[in-house]
T-cell receptor, first 111, second 114 residues
Framework: RKEVEQDPGPFNVPEGATVAFNCTYSNSASQSFFWYRQDCRKEPKLLMS???SGNEDGRFTAQLNRASQYISLLIRDSKLSDSATYLCAVNPPGGSYIPTFGRGTSLIVHP | ETGVTQSPTHLIKTRGQQVTLRCSSQSGHNTVSWYQQALGQGPQFIFQ???????GRGNFPPRFSGLQFPNYSSELNVNALELDDSALYLC?????????????FGEGSRLTVL
């Protein structure tokens, strides 16, 4: 089993739709979790951190489920500009701050 | 922008050659991590430097080497290039000791090996 797994998609959704991605991780002792956004041929940029019970920022909500070892990202009222690849990243235990990334989930929002 | 700069942005090499990629970290950040991202894949951890010392290494052969300078900038060197080394090489800076683990990426160096 890979350390961090994501469905690569693509997820094709119309504007205004709500879409959710999941990311599973194998190490139950993982410390912290992140969602990064990566536009085509660009660098990843931090979208949200996910701590304890989750995080919300406008249309974006991230949740952590430690029992089932996954994090999720919910995007409400999708915009064309949300089209990108969403990478999840998981920090291992021990405070090394060397996150492992999933392969990313591609989102395409169409008119 | 993150304040992390990488050079060169694009380069083409042939098999067997050597390449050096450079990274200037964000002001105040003392930790630099290097990742390799192949097309359609997530970033794969190569190694991390903290205060000029290697602080962790991923599953990459010894021909991938690096260093960090006193000003916290960093270099990634790859010897004996192979076709599979073609990828986007990302440098990320962060602040260790009390940080949250967030990484700030540069725009990357896109390497093509022919």
């Amino acid at each position: 089993r890979k350390e961090v797994e994501q469905d690569p998609g693509p997820f094709n959704v119309p504007e205004g739709a709500t879409v959710a991605f999941n990311c599973t991780y194998s190490n139950s002792a993982s410390q912290s979790f992140f969602w990064y956004r990566q536009d085509c041929r660009k660098e990843p940029k931090l979208l949200m951190s996910v701590y304890s019970s989750g995080n919300e920022d406008g249309r974006f909500t991230a949740q952590l489920n430690r029992a089932s070892q996954y994090i999720s990202l919910l995007i409400r009222d999708s915009k064309l500009s949300d089209s990108a690849t969403y990478l999840c990243a998981v920090n291992p235990p021990g405070g090394s701050y060397i996150p492992t990334f999933g392969r990313g989930t591609s989102l395409i929002v169409h008119p | 922008e993150t304040g992390v700069t990488q050079s060169p942005t694009h380069l083409i090499k042939t098999r067997g050659q050597q390449v050096t990629l450079r990274c200037s970290s964000q002001s105040g950040h003392n930790t630099v991590s290097w990742y390799q991202q192949a097309l359609g894949q997530g970033p794969q951890f190569i190694f991390q430097y903290y205060r000029e010392e290697e602080n962790g290494r991923g599953n990459f052969p010894p021909r991938f080497s690096g260093l960090q300078f006193p000003n916290y900038s960093s270099e990634l060197n790859v010897n004996a290039l192979e076709l599979d080394d073609s990828a986007l090489y990302l440098c990320a800076s962060s602040l260790a000791m009390g940080a949250t683990g967030e990484l700030f990426f540069g725009e990357g160096s896109r390497l093509t090996v022919l």
